[in-house]
């Protein structure tokens, strides 16, 4: 069956990085691209960006263009996420998810939750 | 930048039927999915291709986009719906994703 593991949870300072996981089982990894969302504490869903797990292109959010990150190991079927310069306003659940593109997202990792603090 | 904008709240009994919107400039014209999301767990998609159900999804769950609107129904809801729901769709003008701000559903 189809899954996606993400890493354990982070806690991390102001203007560091945080690295999350993503370890894809049961499909063909590079058919689907990966799709990266996060949810503040109490807040909606906002889409954070996409990869190719075929040829590595991705397109991400304009307002965190610079900070994110996004790639994959094809090889352990694993897609990255990495945030950079992390302020308290990247506090929250980060989640991938299969698909990309107009396509609906069928299968979702667990989350990880990603603490900014001082 | 696209905007999707669902009502923050609907309610419905038991046995009832819950509509949830969500309004954007030609939405009939794109793909709308929709989402649902219990405390603590991650996004399920309950509906795909504005109408599309994924396999396990009951036919309670269905999908109707026309013009400014998409629309999520739930009938014969159950106490297991209460949750918040979200619609997404892809803008192909900024090839970006956008999500709506969520729905609660609260089951009355």
């Known amino acids: 069956q189809v899954q996606l593991v993400q890493s354990g949870a982070e806690v991390t300072k102001p203007g560091a990085s945080v690295k999350v996981s993503c370890k894809a089982s049961g499909y063909s990894f590079d058919t689907f691209g990966i799709t990266w969302v996060r949810q503040a504490p109490g807040q909606g869903l906002q889409w954070m960006g996409w990869l190719s797990a075929y040829n590595g292109d991705t397109n991400s959010a304009q307002s965190l263009q610079g900070r994110l990150t996004m790639t994959t190991d094809t090889s352990t079927r694993t897609a990255y996420m990495e945030l950079k310069s992390l302020t308290s306003d990247d506090t929250g659940v980060y989640y991938c998810?299969?698909?990309?593109?107009?396509?609906?997202?069928?299968?979702w990792g667990q989350g990880t939750l990603v603490t900014v603090s001082s | 930048s696209y905007v999707l904008t669902q009502p923050p709240s609907v309610s419905a009994a038991p046995g009832q039927t819950a509509t949830i919107t969500c309004g954007g400039n030609n939405i009939g014209r794109k793909s709308v999915h929709w989402y649902q999301q219990k405390p603590g767990q991650a996004p399920l998609l309950v509906v795909y291709?504005?109408?599309d159900r994924p396999s396990g999804i009951p036919e309670r769950f269905s999908g109707f986009n026309s013009g400014n609107t998409a629309t999520l129904t739930i009938s014969r809801v159950e106490g297991g719906d209460e949750a918040d729901y979200y619609c997404q769709l892809w803008d192909s003008s900024s090839e970006h994703v956008v999500f709506g701000g969520g729905t609660k559903l609260t089951v009355l």
């Open positions: 291709d504005d109408s």
């Open positions: 998810a299969r698909g990309g593109g107009n396509s609906g997202y069928d299968f």
